[in-house]
């Protein structure tokens, strides 16, 4: 049988981008992936795949132990890329729940199951899972809040600030702890903002999109003065890919593209490019409209990307110009329709 990669959130916005980017790079391996298919979730992700040989869906959730058994033995795991979870901050704020079932709980079961599955006892593994990996797929919103100037690197100390980013922050320390208790071979990466395709309707760039086309106002929080630092989705899933097979055990790896952009910034820019690819006589700038700030609203995430570029040789391809190109595109396409 071949070896198989369990990837976890795989019908999710970067899951499904970086098992499309994995089963054609590795057709020697099989990309297992698990999902809940929570809202979040949409099978039509992974239609490019769902064909494909090396490639397998089950539906379930990573909290569900039994399963998580089953799966790791039936598959033969050999090794996790961790993306399941609630994502949305603004969610968080309404539900926190959730977020701590399957951020934190959800993480804590699959670590433990694959544990338990690779080792025989802290710092031993069982013969042929010798280089078996866990792989814990985070966010640079660990980190809190920056001001006008900073960067976040890998020793910036943790402060979340929404229940989203502590319920990642806490599976990020389960993680970090299964590494340095039982000696398990784990790398996280914190990654910032992320745009591309099969990114949920809820998120800010596909709602300007949406709301540009369908003739509906556009809603900016605040200001509008938020600054992301945003990353194109495939440049994410190479520094994934790079950091599973190269990245040091026990290693924290920041991803993210040098591309800080506030939100009026974006909006506009969607809008200066539907003005060109979909023109009609008005410009869709003049569907801005201001809405009430988000609770908590960190103002600035950017992220110091030099260790995973100086160790592994990782770099975005794309800046945020030619990313929002692509990504406009491929919107234009899923509202039309
Ligand atoms: N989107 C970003 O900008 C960004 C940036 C950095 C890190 N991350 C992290 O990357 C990961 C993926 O983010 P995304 O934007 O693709 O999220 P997403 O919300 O688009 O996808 C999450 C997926 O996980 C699945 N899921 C949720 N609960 C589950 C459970 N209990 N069991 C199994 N599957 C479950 C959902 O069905 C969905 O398919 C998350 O861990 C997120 O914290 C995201």
């Known amino acids: 049988m071949m070896n198989s990669i369990l990837v976890t959130g795989g019908a999710g916005f970067i899951g499904s981008n970086l098992v499309e980017y994995l089963v054609n790079k590795y057709p020697d391996f099989k990309i297992v992936v698990v999902d809940s298919l929570t809202y979040a979730g949409d099978l039509e992700n992974l239609n490019a795949v769902k064909d494909l040989k090396n490639f397998t869906f089950v539906h379930g959730s990573i ?3 039994g399963l998580m058994e089953r799966v790791f033995h039936h598959y033969i795991v050999h090794g996790v890329i961790h993306l399941a979870a609630e994502s949305h901050v603004d969610n968080s704020i309404s539900e926190p729940d959730v977020f701590i079932e399957t951020n934190v ?24 899972f ?5 792989l814990h797929v985070s966010t640079d919103e660990v980190y809190g809040s920056l001001g006008e100037t900073g960067l976040f690197t890998e020793k910036t100390p943790y402060a ?10 806490s599976s990020d320390m389960i993680v970090r702890s299964y590494h340095h208790t039982y000696g398990m071979n784990t790398v996280i990466t914190n990654c910032s903002n992320n745009y591309g395709p099969h990114q949920h309707d809820e998120k800010l760039i596909p709602t300007v999109i949406r709301k540009a086309l369908a003739g509906e106002e556009i809603p900016i ?15 994410h899933c190479k520094g994934l890919d790079l950091v599973y097979d190269y990245g040091k055990s026990g290693e924290v790896y920041n991803i993210g593209g040098k591309n800080e952009r506030d939100n009026n910034y974006i909006a506009t820019k969607i809008c200066e490019l539907l003005d060109t690819l979909v023109p009609k006589e008005t410009s869709y700038k003049n569907q801005i ?23 592994l040789g990782w770099n975005a391809d794309e800046n945020f110009e030619s990313g ?9 396409q899923k509202y039309k329709n």
């Open 63 to 65: 909290s569900d132990r």
């Open 105 to 128: 709980k959800g993480t804590f079961t699959l670590l433990d199951v694959a544990y338990k599955y690779w080792m025989e006892k802290p710092f031993v593994y069982k013969h042929g």
């Open 130 to 134: 010798e280089n078996a990996r866990f």
């Open 160 to 169: 979340p600030n929404s229940p989203y980013s502590a319920s990642k922050a």
């Open 221 to 235: 929080y605040g200001d509008g003065k938020n600054i992301r630092d945003w990353l194109y989705v495939l440049d």
């Open 289 to 311: 409209t201001y809405v009430k700030d988000r609770a908590g609203h960190d103002y600035r995430y950017a992220i110091d990307a030099s260790k995973i570029e100086n160790e």
């Open 324 to 332: 929002i190109l692509k990504t406009v595109k491929w919107y234009i």
